[in-house]
T-cell receptor, first 117, second 115 residues
Framework: AQTVTQSQPEMSVQEAETVTLSCTYD???????LFWYKQPPSRQMILVIR??????QNATENRFSVNFQKAAKSFSLKISDSQLGDAAMYFC??????????????FGTGTRLQVTL | GAGVSQSPSNKVTEKGKDVELRCDPI?????LYWYRQRLGQGLEFLIY????????KSGLPSDRFSAERTGESVSTLTIQRTQQEDSAVYLC?????????????FGPGTRLTVT
């Protein structure tokens, strides 16, 4: 079974600074996808960024980028120029690329990000 | 509507009562997922539907939990004889098809409190 581990329960960053959230995962599969989701107090899960395991290039979405280390099974999220609106819970998630098992997302326990002035 | 909707937003029930939680997926999405999020935890997969059938029910925690989907649209998650450990936020998501390349869009969840 796949597992996702987020070892930082809480992180804090000053506005306009950069912060990195850590995530490691365990899998025996070679075809999979990794995700970072943001959950503000409204509870709505919002997809921040996605990485396909077969792609060597790290995904980037505006101020959000990932450092995907496949051999180390590490998938960290970097938020640049942090804004007050970035404050939320961030979840790392794994999804199998195998057609027969590509149903569920497996989530880590989350990192609560605070953004201070 | 444009997104996934869930009702009720909040539900308080007494231990031992049955509850029904509803999910309306995005129109045209064939895949529908239920997750549970306990306080301070990540989301746990419960069940997913492809059309009206449920190929994967592996996350349902006990036989008190059941779900159905009708008309390839609305889904209902039913919890019978609720227990205090059932208190959680129940989130629903939908996607065009159940493949990893297709994003799962989440609803706002139902917060269930069992007293």
């Amino acid at each position: 079974a796949q597992t996702v581990t987020q070892s930082q329960p809480e992180m804090s960053v000053q506005e306009a600074e950069t912060v990195t959230l850590s995530c490691t995962y365990d899998t025996s599969e070679s075809d999979y996808y990794l995700f970072w989701y943001k959950q503000p107090p409204s509870r709505q899960m919002i997809l921040v960024i996605r990485q396909e395991a077969y792609k060597q290039q790290n995904a980037t979405e505006n101020r959000f980028s990932v450092n995907f280390q496949k051999a180390a099974k590490s998938f960290s999220l970097k938020i640049s120029d942090s804004q007050l609106g970035d404050a939320a819970m961030y979840f790392c998630a794994y999804r199998s690329g195998n057609t027969g098992t590509a149903s569920k997302l497996t989530f880590g326990t989350g990192t609560r990000l605070q953004v201070t002035l | 509507g444009a997104g996934v909707s869930q009702s009720p937003s909040n539900k308080v029930t007494e231990k031992g009562k049955d509850v029904e939680l509803r999910c309306d997926p995005i129109s045209g999405h064939t895949a529908l997922y239920w997750y549970r999020q306990r306080l301070g935890q990540g989301l746990e997969f419960l069940i997913y539907f492809q059309g009206n059938s449920a190929p994967d029910k592996s996350g349902l925690p006990s036989d008190r939990f059941s779900a159905e989907r009708t008309g390839e649209s609305v889904s209902t998650l039913t919890i019978q004889r609720t227990q205090q450990e059932d208190s959680a936020v129940y989130l629903c998501a939908s996607s065009v098809v159940p493949l990893a390349a297709y994003e799962q869009y989440f609803g706002p969840g139902t917060r269930l409190t069992v007293t």
